[in-house]
């Protein structure tokens, strides 16, 4: 009942007043009450997470700075959390400024109780040492814990994942020229297979990422996530703008330096238990400078190389389950170059201004053939064509090449001639055909060099050598000039190549890089019409 008060509309309060006040006050107590003891909680728990985690890692280690529970949302933040490599455990191999695990909520309204994972500006470092340190340990990276380390920090499986603002690290060898990955985001929904589990890719994923600062990449695509022995996937990658020169440090201890370049591709890929496939639709470099480097100090190393690169050529090819596929590799405006430094006298042999495009290439004979083509200038003169054609071998090498190269101004192979011919010439012009085929274990075909108006003896440049160097000269440029074509006013030389590839401890293309290269640069002597000794016993 109301009362009426002189001074007050009404005396008396509403009789569910009071109740309602209890009702809401209880609650809102009771949650500021548990917020204010999670402060005191957070301590006792992330010493007791940190010594947890600690105990299923193998090789590794963690350190958790700060932690805190928020009971009302059943939340739990990770503060500074960094990942630690014990051989080698500086720097942190990961670290998590901020990690939040929570309930996915939506999920529990269809009966599944699930996490959701949130990092913001994760930051990944990886150095040739750890990768080291981890290739010589004797437990697989599987096998060191970390399924078990992260069901430590939250009690409910990852059913989605988000990355935001990541940035990965990696140091080869100088660590001023480190390769980075910036601005890395990445979400993958359904992990659990919640959703769809009839689909062999149940859960969806999306990465996009800039490459060395200026180039863009992304990643979008399906997996499983819970498929064993191991989980599998597929997606498109596409590669924009990405600078080639920043592989520099990838490539040391490699014999190959690399300058510019801008390199886009696009592609798909699969890797699941039963299926492996890479397919390249298409790639592009534009403006890249590679120089292959021999060297007396790394020839052995090379030679282990080559053996190494064969032997996985031939284990990959028609292999089944595995397709390697590239609808066109186009490379322009290029620079492509061999540098002898093990030669008496080193040189460098390049074609500048170079387009090259390989078309249909694969592991797999039944995709039929790749073909090359290649056009350019032979040491910045000489117009050149080639074209190939190559098929994964079957019971061995199949190959077929065409080459010609027109008028390259011999000057510009001075360096080549003194190392193999004693002699260097101040004028003339070379040119070249020559054709290849492999076939099985078996390597024939010609190498036909022509040389126009050389003069190998000048009186002015000459000046500084010996006189037993001028007299050699002067022998030389008079056989080319005995030998020479009076209507063409041209030096033809001709040297065939016929051997066989068989050696069991030797790569087949190694031999038949060998059988070339000899045929090549007796060739270019000019004057001399023989075969090189010994090609068909390589």
């Not at 957070?42 to 890692?57: C, F, G």
């Not at 990696?170 to 020229?177: E, V």
């Not at 389950?321 to 590799?329: N, S």
């Not at 592991?363 to 910045?380: H, V």
Request: hydrophobic share 40%; proline share 6%; aromatic share 8%.
């Amino acid at each position: 009942m109301l009362e009426k008060k002189e001074g007050h509309s009404w005396v008396g309060r509403l009789p569910g007043s009071r109740a309602l006040r209890w009702g809401l006050g209880v609650p809102v107590a009771l949650a500021l009450l548990l917020y204010l003891a999670s402060f005191f909680l957070d301590e006792p728990l992330r010493a007791m997470m940190e010594r947890r985690i600690n105990s299923h890692l193998v090789g590794y280690s963690v350190r958790l700075p700060g932690l805190h529970l928020n009971p009302i949302g059943l939340s739990l933040t990770l503060k500074g959390l960094a990942v630690l490599q014990q051989a080698h455990p500086d720097p942190p191999i990961v670290r998590f400024p901020v990690l939040e695990a929570s309930i996915l909520w939506r999920e529990v309204l269809s009966g599944k109780l699930v996490a959701v994972f949130e990092l913001d500006s994760p930051s990944v470092n990886i150095n040739l040492q750890q990768l080291h340190s981890e290739a010589a340990s004797k437990v697989p990276l599987k096998e060191h814990g970390w399924q078990q380390a992260v069901e430590e920090i939250y009690p409910l499986k990852i059913n989605t994942l988000k990355v935001r603002d990541a940035r990965v690290t990696y140091i080869n060898h100088d660590p001023a020229r480190p390769l980075v990955l910036s601005h890395l985001n990445l979400q993958a929904t359904n992990i659990r297979n919640i959703h769809l589990p009839g689909q062999v890719y149940p859960s969806s994923f999306h990465l996009d990422t800039a490459i060395f600062g200026t180039g863009r990449g992304t990643v979008d695509g399906t997996a499983n996530f819970l498929d064993e022995p191991y989980p599998g996937g597929k997606g498109r990658v596409t590669l924009a703008g990405v600078p080639v020169n920043n592989l520099k440090p990838l490539l040391t201890g490699g014999n190959f330096t690399l300058q510019g370049g801008v390199l886009g591709a696009t592609g798909a890929a699969e890797y699941a238990p039963k299926v492996k496939v890479a397919h390249l639709e298409k790639l592009t470099v534009q403006g890249m400078r590679v120089d292959y480097i021999h060297a007396k100090s790394t020839a052995v190393v090379e030679k282990k190389r080559a053996v190494a690169v064969g032997k996985t050529a031939k284990k990959i090819a028609n292999e089944p389950g595995l397709l390697v596929r590239a609808d066109l590799v186009s490379l322009t405006g290029c620079n492509f170059g061999l540098v002898n430094n093990a030669a008496p006298k080193p040189y460098r042999l390049f074609i500048s201004d170079a387009d090259f495009e390989l078309k249909n290439f694969s592991n797999q004979f039944s995709q039929g053939p790749a073909q090359a083509r290649l056009t350019g200038k032979f040491m910045g003169s000489g117009t050149t064509a080639a074209t190939m054609n190559f098929r994964p071998p079957k019971k061995g090498p199949d190959l077929d090449l065409q080459l010609k190269v027109e008028n390259t101004q011999m000057t510009a192979l001075n360096g080549l001639l003194l190392s193999y011919g004693h002699f260097d010439v101040s004028a003339g012009v070379f040119s070249l055909v020559t054709e290849l085929h492999i076939k099985d274990d078996t390597i024939s075909g010609y190498i036909k060099p022509f040389f126009r108006d050389m003069q190998v003896y000048d009186s002015r440049k000459d000046q500084g050598k010996t006189l037993v160097h001028k007299a050699y000269e002067i022998l030389v440029g008079g056989a080319a000039r005995l030998l020479q074509n009076r209507p063409r006013q041209e030096v033809a030389t001709k040297v065939d190549i016929r051997g066989s590839l068989k050696n069991p401890q030797t790569s087949r293309w190694q031999i038949a890089g060998a059988l070339f290269r000899n045929a090549f640069f007796r060739a270019i002597l000019p004057g001399f019409e023989k075969k090189p000794d010994g090609a068909a016993k390589r």
